[in-house]
């Protein structure tokens, strides 16, 4: 059984969970911005009055402990870097994964994953997601597009298909949409083929992650002339939804089922265009990570994206770490700094905590014989890292993660970069996802280090679940 829920402007808000003994992680401070309870807010403070008998004496939280295996043998020998924040620039996302670790059925943590061509295949983002949901838990697989945005376009560990005519777009080339945007991950599909259908399903059983779901987001423009589209689930028929309406503007519906494996189809049903942001599948509890990348996309090129598509989706995504890992694209290095900070305030607008870490761009040397990196690439890099400690956000070294300076070559020679000397291989992708995910987790255990009662929630606080 499975029932849908139409949700034009709210946004999904993580509640903190109550803590209980026997837990395995470290407690936010007072500043930490857990939410309000119900039972407190808007009570005027009493003076020289105690605390209640059962707050004062609520069992204490243990102290967390968190261990992270060390990284499988690869043709990279140079140390993985560690992530580069002075202070509390992932506390969010430190906080949210040890609630996570505390209570595993009862908290979904989210990550935000923008990329250009690096990341389009999944290769990267996909292996992180792999790592990250196995040590702590599979959230599902996240955004996926609709329609073919660019040849090839794919994702791990998710089955798509499409059948019938579909308009597709992207931010960074091609036709504009007929109506509505692009929303936050930069691209969009369109039919007004009555009949036309995307088909989408959970993983394999045998795959490691993305076998199983139990809510669809789906993210569709709403308008005037807006047609009607429905969605199926494992055959059966769903309810219709129409896309005419007012205001105007990205709104969004969630379907929610047991949590097994799936088979979804998306049909448009008459010859009204029904415009499409995306879906994304997730689970009630784990990590998920949604894959925002496009071909050619640039940190200008993002920032100037339509800012209220993008806020509704990121409002109903409620992220709790954004990555971005742009820069590659040196033709429009003169924006990076302007379009990183507009990101940025994108995300905090709604979302003033979430944590956001800077990648450096993948290394790139100017020919398969130079041993040093391009001083393009060397150049974008430090400005970001720069950047990075200005806006009070954390900064990963993926040049260091790759051996340093002309490295890059030797990712080529190994075959783990393409011809091109710009983009990486599947099992180049796969190295730095593992890098990647490696960083993260260690630094969730140096955080648990210093934070030992990291994860607990103030006893009036109940879980929701997500």
Known sequence: MWWSRGYPHRALVLLAAACSRGATIPAPSPASGQPTSAATAGTPPIAAVPPPAATAHAPACEPATFSVAQLAPSPIRTPNPEIEATGDELHTFQEAVARLVRQPQQHLVRVAFYGDSNLTLDHLSGTLRRELQ????????????????????????????MVGFWETYIFTRGARPRVGGFGAA??????????????????????????????????????????????????????????????????????????????????????RFVHLYGLALERSSGVVVDTFAVTGATYGGIAKLQDEPARRML???????????????????????????????????????????????????????????????????????AAAKELGVAYWDTRAAMGGDGSMREFYQRGLAGEDLYHLTREGGDLLGRRLAHALLT??????????????APQSEKSSGN
């Open 134 to 161: 196995a040590k702590l838990g599979d959230g599902g697989h996240g955004f996926l597009g609709v329609g073919a945005p660019w040849r090839g376009y794919r994702h791990r560990d998710v089955k798509r298909t």
């Open 186 to 271: 930069g691209m969009s599909a369109a039919s007004a083929e009555p009949g036309a259908k995307v088909k989408f399903a959970t993983a394999s059983a045998d795959s490691p992650v993305g076998s199983r779901a139990s809510r669809l987001f789906v993210f569709h423009h709403q308008y005037q002339a807006g047609g009607r589209y429905r969605v199926d689930i494992d055959g059966q028929r769903g309810d219709e939804v129409n896309t005419q309406g007012e205001p105007e503007g990205l709104v969004h519906r969630e379907f929610e089922f047991e949590d097994r494996a799936h088979a979804f189809e998306l049909r448009n049903l008459d010859k």
């Open 315 to 385: 409002r109903a995504r409620r992220h709790d770490l954004v990555i971005v890992m742009l820069g590659t694209n040196f033709w429009n290095s003169k924006e990076n700094v302007a379009g990183l900070s507009a990101l940025v305030s994108r995300h905090r607008t709604d979302n003033p905590k979430v944590g956001v870490l800077v990648l450096s761009p993948p290394d790139h040397v100017r020919s398969k014989g130079s041993a040093s990196s391009d001083p393009r690439v060397v150049a974008v890099a430090n400005e970001l890292r």
């Open 443 to 456: 630094s969730h255990a140096r955080y648990v280090g210093t934070h030992p009662q990291a994860g607990c």
